[in-house]
Nanobody, 117 residues
């Protein structure tokens, strides 16, 4: 089993910044990817950004140019730097880890991000 612990959420005014962190612990091996998803009230969970272990990163169109995903492999931690936040970024943000060629998928408990106008 793998445990994911997120931190860094909170409330911020539009135009502000937040940095989310997600630390993985437990039986960690063959990590395929670590990423961030979000779910706003009444909406489906959606990908925000993902970092593959080969170095490739992908972003949702809404995140491009404003958010940056990074990893510290030594600490099994993934970060999401969010700049120029907008009210529509308000959601619960979830950390995701995929390992063992997709056999194991883990989710964090979620952290609330609220952006006020």
């Amino acid at each position: 089993q793998v445990q994911l612990v997120e931190s860094g959420g909170g409330s911020v005014q539009a135009g502000g910044s937040l940095r989310l962190s997600c630390a993985a612990s437990g039986n960690i091996f063959r990590i395929i990817s670590m990423g961030w998803y979000r779910q706003a009230p009444g909406k489906q969970r959606e990908l925000v950004a993902i970092s593959y272990s080969g170095g490739i990163t992908n972003y949702a169109d809404s995140a491009k140019g404003r958010f940056t995903i990074s990893r510290d492999n030594a600490k099994n931690t993934v970060y999401l730097q969010m700049n120029s936040l907008k009210p529509e970024d308000t959601a619960v943000y979830y950390c995701n880890l995929v390992q063992d060629y997709g056999s194991n998928v883990y989710w964090g408990q979620g952290t609330q991000v609220t952006v006020s106008s």
